[in-house]
């Protein structure tokens, strides 16, 4: 769900008022909730913090919630993120559909910034996930493009392929320019 850029004393107002009180910011979790395909069992993170780039500070709550419609009988729990920031939140799922749709996700491990490429900033997410044979960890890789928190399924995969995906510094070593 994105909150378009309205005039600033409106927005300011909006937030203050769908606010909760510690963090004077907009409710994340219920952005995540609204955003998401969420049927129940919805938890969420302590939210992380991120500046791709001078004078822009994102909040991202990660999430994990049972899925409307989950694509696999054995998929039990789905995991999002919200990003707040940059005059919008948007929630997304990071695992759960597309290259990680056979997995369930058993929640967030570790997250942080990885080497930007091409001048391109870049976060990654590693997630501790399951299937009916195995638990393995998940990388998901965001980059800041045109503004905003994009996924990137290309660097995800090729990384988590290479079995480089377990940690961030194991990450971080595979994403470093060479």
Avoid: H
């Amino acid at each position: 769900m994105s909150v378009s850029a309205s005039p600033s004393l409106l927005l300011m107002a909006a937030l203050a008022a769908a606010a909760p009180a510690q963090a004077g910011g907009p409710d994340l979790a219920a952005e995540a909730r609204a955003g998401l395909p969420v049927a129940g069992g919805f938890e969420a993170a302590s939210p992380r913090r991120w500046s791709p780039v001078r004078g822009v500070t994102l909040s991202l709550l990660p999430v994990r919630f049972a899925p409307r419609v989950p694509s696999f009988p054995n998929q039990q729990r789905w995991c999002g993120v919200a990003v707040d920031g940059a005059g919008a939140v948007e929630s997304f799922v990071t695992l759960g559909t597309d290259w990680t749709e056979a997995v369930s996700c058993n929640g967030l491990r570790e997250a942080g910034e990885v080497p930007a490429v091409g001048g391109v900033p870049r976060f990654a997410l590693v997630y501790e996930a399951s299937s009916p044979n195995t638990v393995l960890r998940v990388p998901v890789i965001l980059r800041w493009e045109a503004g905003r928190a994009v996924l990137d399924a290309e660097a995800s995969q090729r990384v988590g392929e290479a079995g480089r995906g377990g940690s961030l510094e194991r990450i971080r070593a595979a994403l470093r320019p060479r």
